[in-house]
């Protein structure tokens, strides 16, 4: 698939930098912004970058609407429900624009790439004043400075193939883990999937400017690094420099520093053995592979453009298991797909029985404009969907929970990254992704600990510090 490969250069982004101190120089003191986030982790990197840009332009962060002259709302377009929320929190700032008539808004993410909706924008919310893709993100500043003057509303929704921009300025939230993006865009058309359309063609970063960020992280402190990417196996293919993504691993392990690496999301028909082998010789990479199987059935499978089948999943299933005989391995499944029988479903159920998934993450189909799959003919009620839902829950919760009990009594290093504050205990994953609660003082919040497993339920482990 050929595509043109833009590399926003370092001058270019320097500029925006540039436009962030002009800024700075005429805001008000006590200016603050508000970036709400839709949608994934590529999303929430997304808005560390466009919080790093309004930290340099002087603004203050704020969580409340009301208190915020900026408010950047970055979408997602994946799910019509995501779309909804959006317009209707959209609706509920006419109050704070009434409140605060300088209050400037915008919109941006992937729901701003499908021209319906900037239309949409355009006529019924006159409130929000600048509108901007994924891809323009690296000249969020240049865009709010001309939404500024106020002469007109701005539109740079973007075209072409997606850009890679380095050197924006991150505002991270936490001081545990760190999302790292390695590439951006999607090749696969999955016949259900809206990504690639408004994400573009997979473009990667180039490996020394990810290891740098990475040495960067650690020795700001942060203990856990999820490498993001709509499809990282792909990683490298659209450059010239011969780093895969388990070459990447590699080299990212051998940074200095007490780390995890973790990384998302797989795709089953680019994960490789030179993948599962770099996971199973690095020390500091997790031991937990998230692999979307979306459907056990090879009709199904066809109809969402997966290019792979059963055999070939259950293939690489035994292959990292044979690399790593304790790996984790979780997965995804799109229930009710246009035309999928009970005879369809069934082959599901008998997948997800063979490979007995640690955890599965289940959605029932959502039909999005745009897509191939939402032409196709769709005989089957929400209720047969619902009720495929919950049989399938039932069973991958029966299996989560007998793999938990595997646990009990064991020793195992976990990374304690946070408080339950509902419960009252801290919480850590294992190296392989597994969350576990544990009784303790915040200030552990941040560090490795070895911890005796002593309990479960479906959805957690609960340790007690050795
Ligand atoms: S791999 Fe498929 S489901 Fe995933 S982002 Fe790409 S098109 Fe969408």
């Known amino acids: 698939m050929s595509y043109k490969r833009t590399e926003i250069s370092k001058e270019q982004v320097a500029r925006q930098l540039a436009v962030c101190e002009e800024i700075k120089r005429e805001l008000a003191a006590g200016s603050r912004a508000m970036v709400d986030t839709y949608g994934c982790q590529q999303n929430e990197e997304d808005s560390e970058k466009l919080r790093g840009y309004l930290a340099a332009m002087g603004y203050e962060m704020t969580d409340n609407e009301h208190e915020a002259d900026v408010i950047v709302i970055n979408t997602c377009a994946v799910r019509e429900h995501a779309e909804q929320r959006v317009f209707g929190n959209l609706g509920a700032l006419t109050h704070t624009k009434k409140e605060n008539p300088n209050q400037m808004i915008a919109v941006c993410g992937c729901m701003v790439k499908q021209e319906h909706i900037v239309e949409k924008i355009k006529k019924s919310y006159p409130l929000v004043s600048l509108v901007f893709g994924p891809d323009e993100l690296w000249r969020f500043p240049e865009l709010l400075q001309r939404a500024r003057e106020g002469k007109k509303r701005v539109y740079a929704p973007g075209e072409g193939d997606g850009c890679v921009a380095e050197g924006v300025p991150h505002l991270r939230d936490g001081k545990v883990k760190a999302w790292l993006s390695v590439m951006n865009g999607c090749n696969n058309f ?12 997979e473009r990667s970063r180039r490996a020394d400017d990810i290891i740098a960020e990475a040495r960067e992280l650690v020795a700001q402190g942060y203990k856990e690094i999820m490498l993001l990417g709509q499809n990282v196996n792909s990683y490298g293919k659209d450059l010239d420099e011969g780093v895969s993504f388990a070459e990447l691993i590699r080299r990212i392990n051998a940074l200095e520093g007490d780390f995890v690496i973790r990384f998302m999301t797989s795709h089953p028909k680019d994960a490789t053995p030179e993948l599962f082998s770099a996971m199973a010789e690095c020390e500091k990479c ?14 199904i499978l066809k109809l969402m453009n997966r290019r792979y089948d ?12 044979s690399c790593i005989p304790d790996i984790v391995l979780t997965t995804d499944i799109i229930v009710g797909y246009p035309g999928e029988t009970d005879e369809d479903f069934a082959a599901t159920m008998r997948l997800a029985e063979k490979v007995r998934f640690d955890a599965m993450f289940t959605f029932i189909y959502s039909k999005r404009e745009g897509t191939p799959a939402a032409k196709m003919e769709d005989p089957f009620t929400r209720e047969q969907k619902q009720q495929h839902f919950d049989a399938l829950l039932e ?47 915040e200030r552990l919040i941040g560090s490795f600990a070895e911890t005796r497993i002593v309990d479960c339920n479906t959805w957690a482990l609960r340790g007690e510090l050795i």
């Open 190 to 201: 999955c016949s259900y999937c809206i990504v690639p359309y408004t994400r573009d063609r």
């Open 286 to 299: 997790e031991k937990h592979l998230h692999l979307p199987l979306q459907s056990g059935s090879d009709r």
């Open 310 to 321: 059963a055999e070939k999943y259950l293939s690489q299933v035994e292959a990292v298991r």
């Open 395 to 441: 069973l991958q919760n029966r299996i989560s929970e007998e793999k938990h009990r595997e646990y009990i009594g064991k020793t195992v290093r976990v990374l304690i990254d946070g408080r339950d504050r509902e419960e009252g205990v801290l919480t850590a994953r294992t190296l392989g992704g597994r969350l576990v609660r544990i009784s303790g003082d």
